[in-house]
């Protein structure tokens, strides 16, 4: 049984530039995780992604419905998913 995992927290496209919170460097940040990403499913580690998704009357961004996930680091096709 394995103790390690990896969690990928918010690599969503509204930090990105063009979002509605863009950040200072996510290209970067997401490239790092993209590294983290490709070696654990290499060695079948189990990975986990949390996208946050706002369900609030006037929410201006993580609107549902919206591609929220960004590049390779948040493709969860093959992981866990925690909306």
């Known amino acids: 049984m394995t103790t390690t995992a990896l969690v990928l927290i918010d690599i969503q496209n509204d930090y990105f530039p063009g979002g509605t919170m863009e950040l200072v460097g996510p290209d970067a940040a997401a490239k ?4 983290l990403l490709e ?3 290499q ?3 189990p990975v986990v992604h949390v996208q946050h998704i706002a369900k609030r009357p006037g929410a201006t961004f993580f609107l549902p419905g919206t591609r929220r996930a960004h590049g390779e680091a ?9 909306a």
């Open 32 to 35: 790092a995780a993209a590294l």
């Open 39 to 41: 070696t654990f499913r």
């Open 43 to 45: 060695k079948a580690l």
């Open 74 to 82: 948040g493709d969860a096709h093959d992981a866990a998913l925690l």
